[in-house]
């Protein structure tokens, strides 16, 4: 299963852009910064992370403004074919 939520602040809003097909997409960068436990001792843990919404989602995106708490829902993918970078695509959004 590949399904990853994440909750933190909209550091980026890029504008909206169109695919050749005509469907709405935006990208935004989303940045967690919080204390888990990991082998019992507490350690901060911080990421960034590229995210990326289509259709009526990437309408909603784009009109969130830096600064925003969100909580994101997607699964993870390369951002391209030749890519090994990793892009959140994402199937829901919450503003906090």
């Known amino acids: 299963m590949n399904r990853l939520v994440i909750r933190g602040a909209l550091i980026q809003v890029d504008p909206l852009r169109y695919s050749p097909a005509g469907v709405p997409i935006a990208e ?3 940045r967690h910064r919080g204390s888990q436990s990991i082998a019992g001792q507490p350690r901060q843990i ?3 992370l590229t995210v990326q919404a289509s259709g009526p989602l990437a309408m909603q995106l784009a009109h969130l403004t830096t600064e925003t ?3 994101l829902e997607g699964a993870l993918s390369r951002r391209s074919v030749k890519s090994r ?3 959140l695509i994402l199937n829901r959004i919450e503003k906090e």
Request: net charge negative; proline share 0%.
């Open 69 to 71: 708490y969100v909580t």
């Open 28 to 30: 935004a960068v989303i």
């Open 85 to 87: 970078q990793l892009i």
């Open 46 to 48: 911080e990421c960034e």
